[in-house]
């Protein structure tokens, strides 16, 4: 039974069916199983729609964006139907030449509760983010919610302290990371680990040093490099949530499509805090150098 502190979170891994419109068709079979099994949150994994097309700089993945307001109200009407609180993933075009990785959170009866714009936007090898989206103008601000306020977070954000810092300081009481985050076939084993223990490591700090919930929702599966210029990326699933104090309460597969689920206690938080004030103790008046690229010249 749950309680009244207590909010049933399900997050969806899969991997990309070969069209948009299986993958979305996928996603709403998903959900909906979420649902039944009781889940009130439910958490889909970054641009969850199509392929993660960011492997190669391609003018044609734009046409992606386009269809942001379909998107949106293809998955504000999954969420009316099934009863809960969505949070998705989606490519925005916002006008000519300007486009974003952007977050939608769609409340129990359809509505928009918010929008995240990711903030923090990489370049690197594989993962050419750049060259698609615009970084984020919405700050870092947290979503109330009817299960609870939410910060909304995407996959690169979660290497950086300093958003799930604001994110907590502001009033979210979870932080929730939709991810695209896998391993080239052509690295060692050794290496492939230690990129995934370090992507779990990092978020799982984020938990103890604020005190509450992390949540990353990751893909799942192989999917080519079209360009050719790469073979491509091997996703690593393995979306997990961690409470308060860093337990574990939830892992997924590296390799399996699954549901995975967990109760939020919105109490606990108030409880770990209470025996580790990290925030009460802060040193406010000393921390300007955070605000600086690089403090020795």
């Given at each position: 039974m749950v309680r009244d502190s207590e909010?049933?979170?399900a997050m969806i891994q899969q991997s990309y069916k070969g069209s948009k419109a299986e993958t979305k068709n996928e996603s709403a079979l998903r959900i909906k199983e979420?649902?039944?099994?009781?889940?009130?949150?439910?958490?889909?994994?970054?641009?969850h729609c199509c392929e993660y097309f960011c492997q190669s700089e391609n003018v044609e993945f734009f046409d992606y964006a386009l269809e942001f307001s379909a998107d949106c109200a293809y998955f504000a009407q999954i969420a009316k139907e099934c009863g809960v609180v969505l949070v998705s993933s989606l490519f925005e075009k916002r006008t000519a030449g300007m486009y974003h990785n952007t977050a939608v959170v769609f409340e129990k009866d359809g509505s928009v509760a918010g929008k995240y714009r990711k903030m923090h936007i990489p370049d690197d090898p594989g993962f050419y983010e750049k060259f698609y989206f615009t970084s984020g103008d919405l700050g870092f601000e947290p979503i109330v919610t009817s299960v609870g306020v939410l910060g909304v977070l995407?996959?690169?954000?979660?290497?950086?302290?300093?958003?799930?810092?604001?994110?907590?300081?502001k009033g979210a009481e979870i932080l929730v990371y939709p991810t695209a985050i896998g391993w080239f076939d052509e690295d060692a084993e050794e290496e492939k680990e230690r990129q995934r223990e370090a992507w779990m490591a990092v978020q799982r700090g984020h938990s103890v040093a604020n005190g509450i919930p992390v949540v990353a929702i990751n893909r799942v599966g192989f999917e080519a490099d079209k360009s050719g210029a790469m073979s491509g990326i091997r996703f690593w699933g393995s979306s997990f949530a961690f409470g308060p104090q860093g337990e574990l309460l939830a892992l997924g597969s590296v390799e399996k499509e699954e549901i995975l689920s967990f109760v939020w206690?919105?109490?606990r938080s108030e409880?770990?805090?209470?025996?580790?004030?990290?925030?009460?103790?802060?040193?406010?008046?000393?921390y300007e150098e955070i605000l600086k690229r690089y403090c020795k010249e």
């Amino acid at each position: 039974m749950v309680r009244d502190s207590e909010v049933k979170v399900a997050m969806i891994q899969q991997s990309y069916k070969g069209s948009k419109a299986e993958t979305k068709n996928e996603s709403a079979l998903r959900i909906k199983e979420a649902a039944k099994e009781g889940a009130q949150l439910v958490l889909l994994q970054e641009l969850h729609c199509c392929e993660y097309f960011c492997q190669s700089e391609n003018v044609e993945f734009f046409d992606y964006a386009l269809e942001f307001s379909a998107d949106c109200a293809y998955f504000a009407q999954i969420a009316k139907e099934c009863g809960v609180v969505l949070v998705s993933s989606l490519f925005e075009k916002r006008t000519a030449g300007m486009y974003h990785n952007t977050a939608v959170v769609f409340e129990k009866d359809g509505s928009v509760a918010g929008k995240y714009r990711k903030m923090h936007i990489p370049d690197d090898p594989g993962f050419y983010e750049k060259f698609y989206f615009t970084s984020g103008d919405l700050g870092f601000e947290p979503i109330v919610t009817s299960v609870g306020v939410l910060g909304v977070l995407v996959c690169w954000d979660q290497w950086f302290p300093e958003a799930a810092r604001i994110m907590t300081l502001k009033g979210a009481e979870i932080l929730v990371y939709p991810t695209a985050i896998g391993w080239f076939d052509e690295d060692a084993e050794e290496e492939k680990e230690r990129q995934r223990e370090a992507w779990m490591a990092v978020q799982r700090g984020h938990s103890v040093a604020n005190g509450i919930p992390v949540v990353a929702i990751n893909r799942v599966g192989f999917e080519a490099d079209k360009s050719g210029a790469m073979s491509g990326i091997r996703f690593w699933g393995s979306s997990f949530a961690f409470g308060p104090q860093g337990e574990l309460l939830a892992l997924g597969s590296v390799e399996k499509e699954e549901i995975l689920s967990f109760v939020w206690d919105k109490r606990r938080s108030e409880d770990v805090r209470r025996i580790w004030p990290f925030l009460r103790d802060r040193r406010i008046d000393s921390y300007e150098e955070i605000l600086k690229r690089y403090c020795k010249e």
